[in-house]
DNA sequence: TTATATACAAACGTGAATGTTTGTAAAGGA
DNA sequence: TCCTTTACAAACATTCACGTTTGTATATAA
């Protein structure tokens, strides 16, 4: 095989990191040979062992991708939607994630692999310590957001930021999984924008119209 | 081989069952060989061949088990706790539901296996319309106990009985799905009971202290 | 310009899981 | 009592994914 230039390697590295992506997704983690990926990326395995160690390797190289931005971006964005009101920030957090699910396609794949097409354990058991440290981080943000809310007297009485945020991440972590596996989407993506901005308004003391 | 008695071959086949969701729940269900089943149970593969046809059918006999008496006694009970407060009765079978992961063993490794220890695909991917169903159910009875307390007036303005009953439906999903991640309880599994009265404390109309 | 390291392809050896077949001791019916 | 069926155990053959090794053309550094 002809030694390829700088540029072209990074290309092929980055082609394996998508095939990864799609046939983790069509066939579920553990089934997925690695020639199967080599194939779909058009090379042989000698790539995958050259760029990654092992499967698990290539597997946390495609979530790395992904998350990392995300994470950030998702948390980031929260507090500076409207300094005026924190709930804004709360619901344009979620109609987000929302978004990014329908039109990123790299980010509903890799979602869709970490909560269907994969096995917690083993070499891949760490990734519930990962998801749930993320978790954490964005309850954190959300429970910051209540507090604020709080302050500036919208929140609802008698709700307590912190177990309200965990609430919310209660409802974003089951409305995920639920819009994932609504595959046809008769049950649940039609109505999840509106489920979200019901939720909110649960938390408004006004309720606004 | 000695030929067992009938009892002594409806215990092997139970054997095999709880064999197999200890180790599916251990090594996830792609990574379980027949044999660590076989071995788990006191017996070779061809016990399990002989009761079933291979390791899906297996899987769906464990997962049968448990899943139909479960959702009748959810769906049945929930009626039935207070027909003067059906919030009541939302809150009691949400209640149950924990009460059934932290309790019973059986129930509880069941869940981990659907939820992290198994790729929704091939032969599995049929779990994944099995999950909605059983979700749709719940959410129906959910709809109707809240179409009940909005007419004896207990439920609060502006809440529409169906999006309050999928709303629901998508709490418990995340709520389930967190406590089982949060192995070590530190996040979820301490404070999951009080995020469910908060839950049903904000549908109802008065707040009840 | 040459030498070396690179970026893979191709071939090899190995273990392991699967489904099947064969063997067999005892249970249950005639 | 004998015969058949049952409920497995044990052995077999096959496939297949993995990790490793070897080969090789070329970009790049010296």
Redesign the interface.
């Given at each position: 095989m002809a030694r390829k230039t700088k540029s072209d390697t990074e290309q092929t590295r980055q082609q394996l990191i998508a095939a990864a992506r799609k046939v983790f997704a069509?066939?579920?983690?553990?089934?997925t040979t690695l020639a199967q990926i080599a194939n779909e990326a058009g090379v042989t395995r000698g790539a995958i062992y050259w760029h990654f160690k092992n499967k698990p390797d290539l597997f946390f190289a495609m979530l790395e991708q992904v998350s990392l931005p995300m994470i950030h971006r998702i948390n980031e964005n929260l507090p500076a939607v409207d300094p005026r009101d924190p709930l804004r920030g709360v619901q344009a957090s979620m109609h987000e994630i929302l978004r990014l699910m329908k039109e990123d396609e790299i980010a509903r794949t890799t979602f869709e692999i970490v909560v269907?097409?994969?096995?917690?354990?083993?070499e891949f058991a760490s990734l519930?310590s990962r998801?749930?440290k993320t978790?954490?981080d964005f309850m954190q943000t959300l429970k910051r957001a209540y507090e604020e809310a709080r302050e500036q007297n919208l929140l609802?009485?008698?709700?307590?930021p912190a177990?309200?945020a965990?609430?919310s991440?209660?409802?974003?972590?089951?409305?995920i999984?639920?819009w994932l596996?609504?595959?046809d989407g008769t049950?649940?993506r039609g109505?999840a924008h509106?489920?979200i901005d019901?939720?909110i308004?649960?938390?408004y003391k006004q309720?606004l119209y």
């Open positions: 069509l066939r579920g983690v553990s089934r269907l097409k994969c096995e917690y354990v083993d519930e998801v749930i978790g954490c609802r009485d008698g709700i307590d177990q309200c965990m609430e991440f209660v409802f974003i972590k089951g409305l999984h639920l596996s609504d595959v049950i649940v109505k509106s489920l019901a939720h308004t649960m938390r309720v």
